[in-house]
């Protein structure tokens, strides 16, 4: 009797939950059936466990709630004792901030009619046509000023005052680790001459000494556009110029005396270059300027195979650096931006030479017989720059010789009539004492320390064969045989000072580099 009474306690209490029972038993297998489901859809479609968990959570404490009545004992050896909520051991995800509002964009200007009845036009830039600041390269002049030598965007510059400021940040292990900031000076050595981009040189001369105990350091270029003219805000570009590793600087380089007494830098190359005419170049100026000269040739695209192997002995030989800056076309510069160029090389080995010559590998420095190049130089020893008279030379007429050895000649050999022009103002290229300059330019520094003189008649000029350079055929087209000629309403006279050296020349190319370049094309 006992045991049927328990039987229907047991039956009352499971009718008593049959509603809920169900409920649960249906939600079951809804979750059955979206688990299949799941493996169908697409792997970028997720649901995360959390998400699953919080779920579950929801329905148990819906389903599942607290009885109101305590079953018996005998109950509750039937029953399980139902687990704590899941939402009460998993706290639900956080929800993600909501993302921050995008600043309001700023007024496009319009149209505006003025008080005088014009009408103003707007004109609105999107994007950026030139860079804020290209650098070539960054070098110390002394022991607490550096320069940093690129390009800009010209119109930046030509409708705004863009600033800059120099920073150097020493390393950690720096006796002296706090970084200093002066005002950068900007010098524009390309007198108006860029197109897209001029050339700037920063001078950064700081009021202290800099990286003296040589722990090394970094030196940074801010480049801030001031506006840029049309716009109402200021950019500002950080750029890392230099960077000094412990143990790197030989300070000593500033004091000391130079390596070389005369050094060359050349211009952009660039076009189809004469082989044979860089050949008898080199060879004249090497003599010209003794063992202690270099030159530093840049190719601007002109150094082809042919030209290479006319440089590659004289660089074995230690008188030729060759540089390849076909990389600065895409800037769009003056004359392949030769002004950064010539700017870079002043910086570069200033400490390295007494003396800096500027000039083309059309032109040829001559100096009288009875001087030799230090005689003259030292006679300019007090200036810190001295220009170089033009003799402007025919790159058509040739002295006429028998036997067709007019032909056989060099360039320089041949091409022997000067043109007498009067009243033509003709460029002169010059030389420079280059621990006094500050930047530089084509035919002249302007941006020095000392003195300049043009005086320099009867002691040294240079020969101009403009327009030989870059043809690669006999240069030859008219073979006279007089001391005088007009040549398309130009006055010529023969000159055959430049062309007494050819001899020497030769025999000591050979000497040099023996017969390598004899089969040297023109």
Known sequence: MGKEKEKKVLFGAVWHFAAELKLLLTTLVILCSLAT???????????????????????????????TTSPSPS????????????????????????????????????????????????????????????????????????????????????????????????????????????????????????RVYTVVVVNCTFPQPINVDNSGGRLFLYASTSGGGDRNL??????????????????????????????????????????????????????????????????????????????????????????????QERFDGYYHNQFMVVNDCLHRYKFMTKWMFFFDVDEYIYVPPKSTIKTVMDSLSEYSQFTIEQMPMSSKLCLSEPNGRTYRRWGFEKLVYRDVKKGIRRDRKYAVQPRNV??????????????????????????????????????????????????????????????EAAGSVKKFELKMIGSRLQRTRQ
């Open 37 to 67: 489901l799941f493996q169908f859809i697409p792997s970028r479609f997720t649901i995360s466990t959390s998400d699953l968990r919080f779920c579950i959570s929801r329905v148990v404490s819906q389903v599942a709630p607290p009885p």
């Open 75 to 194: 109950l509750q050896q039937h029953l399980v004792e139902a687990p704590p909520p899941l939402a009460a051991i998993l706290p639900p995800p956080p929800p993600s901030p909501p993302p921050p509002s995008p600043p309001p964009p700023p007024q496009t200007p319009k149209d505006q009619k003025l008080e005088n009845g014009a009408l103003k036009r707007a004109f609105n830039p999107y994007g950026a046509a030139a860079y804020s600041f290209v650098t070539m390269g960054s070098y110390r002049g002394g022991l607490n000023t550096f320069a940093i030598v690129g390009l800009s965007s010209k119109p930046l510059h030509f409708f705004a005052k863009p600033t800059y400021r120099c920073e150097w940040v020493p390393f950690l292990n720096s006796s002296n680790s706090k970084p200093i900031s002066i005002v950068g000076h900007k010098i524009l050595p390309d007198w108006g001459y860029g």
């Open 234 to 327: 200021n950019v500002t570009d950080t750029i890392e110029a230099m960077t000094e590793t412990p143990g790197s600087v030989d300070l000593s380089l500033f004091t000391t005396k130079p390596k070389y007494e005369y050094f060359y830098c050349g211009s952009s190359l660039y076009g189809g270059l004469s082989p044979q005419r860089v050949r008898e170049w080199m060879a004249y100026h090497v003599r010209l300027f003794g063992e202690r000269s270099h030159f530093v040739i840049h190719d601007a695209g002109g150094v082809h195979e042919e030209v290479l192997e006319v440089l590659k002995p004289w660089m074995e030989k230690g008188y030729v650096t060759l540089q390849d800056i076909r990389g």
């Open 438 to 499: 500050y930047a530089t330019g084509v035919h002249m520094s302007q941006n020095l320390a000392g003195k300049t003189t043009h005086k320099t008649e009867g002691r040294i000029k240079y020969f101009h064969y403009h327009g030989t350079i870059a043809v690669r055929r006999e240069p030859c087209r008219n073979l006279i045989n007089s001391t005088e000629i007009t040549f398309e309403k130009t006055p010529y006279v023969l000159d055959t000072a430049i062309r």
